[in-house]
């Protein structure tokens, strides 16, 4: 795996319980991308109890939903992680993504040219899968690119130790591949110095 040194990402995990499986996970993942160069800026559960989004309203009065939204436009990826409620991603994690309705107007609109890397952890894999399923959708309508490795976590099979560590071999090598996918995308992001220009 090769690094991009200085890459800004963006990790967030939509879990309001502390040590969650989804939290492990997407922490792991966002270790290695810094071994590999890149600044990561977290944001846990906690930090994205943020007000239910309200369209009509341009002030939310939240700076720290104004420090969220400057970290996402600063970034050059996104890495997210999410629990799996009734089959889909939480409510706190879908409004936190709300709340950047104001990168609509950017030069770079949304998400447009990063990549984003989802982590999904369930009691089993249908519901993990199904909520990476749902958030590819979000992410796609932002404009993102999600990765083509994302990462479903069956939280039941207990894959990381209490250091954190992570015990499981084969999610251990499908997160290290979605780590790759999202490095290479910077990579071939960074060589293209301007955005290609598609006559429509």
Same mark, same amino acid.
């Given at each position: 795996?090769?690094?991009? %040194?200085?890459a +800004?990402?963006?990790?967030?995990?939509?879990?309001? @319980?502390?040590?969650?499986?989804?939290? #492990?996970a997407?922490q792991?993942?966002?270790a290695?991308?810094?071994?590999?160069?890149a600044?990561?800026?977290?944001?846990?559960?906690?930090d994205?109890?943020?007000?239910?989004?309200d369209?009509?309203?341009?002030?939310?009065?939240?700076?720290r939903?104004?420090? /969220?939204?400057?970290?996402?436009?600063?970034? $050059?990826?996104?890495?997210?992680?999410s629990?799996?409620f009734?089959?889909?991603p939480?409510?706190?994690?879908?409004?936190?993504?709300?709340?950047?309705?104001p990168?609509m107007?950017?030069? +770079?609109?949304y998400?447009?040219?990063?990549?984003?890397?989802?982590?999904?952890?369930?009691?089993?894999?249908?519901?993990?899968?199904?909520?990476?399923?749902?958030? #590819?959708?979000v992410?796609h309508?932002? #404009?993102?690119?999600?990765?083509?490795m994302?990462?479903?976590?069956?939280?039941?099979? %207990?894959? /990381? $130790?209490?250091?954190?560590?992570?015990?499981?071999?084969?999610?251990?090598?499908?997160? @290290?591949a979605?780590?790759?996918?999202?490095l290479?995308?910077l990579?071939?992001m +960074? #060589?293209?110095?301007?955005?290609?220009?598609?006559?429509?």
């Amino acid at each position: 795996m090769s690094g991009v %040194a200085g890459a +800004r990402i963006v990790a967030l995990c939509g879990a309001n @319980r502390p040590g969650s499986t989804s939290e #492990r996970a997407m922490q792991w993942m966002a270790a290695l991308l810094e071994k590999e160069g890149a600044q990561v800026t977290t944001f846990l559960g906690a930090d994205l109890t943020f007000p239910l989004y309200d369209p009509t309203r341009a002030d939310h009065g939240d700076a720290r939903v104004q420090d /969220f939204i400057e970290a996402v436009r600063a970034s $050059d990826a996104l890495l997210i992680g999410s629990p799996v409620f009734h089959g889909g991603p939480p409510g706190l994690l879908k409004n936190a993504i709300d709340h950047l309705q104001p990168l609509m107007t950017d030069q +770079r609109v949304y998400l447009s040219g990063r990549a984003v890397c989802c982590i999904a952890a369930g009691g089993g894999l249908p519901g993990a899968i199904s909520t990476l399923s749902a958030l #590819r959708d979000v992410i796609h309508s932002l #404009r993102g690119w999600p990765t083509p490795m994302q990462v479903p976590v069956n939280s039941s099979l %207990a894959p /990381f $130790d209490e250091a954190g560590a992570c015990v499981d071999p084969k999610l251990e090598k499908t997160m @290290r591949a979605a780590a790759a996918d999202m490095l290479a995308f910077l990579g071939a992001m +960074r #060589r293209q110095e301007q955005p290609l220009e598609v006559a429509l």
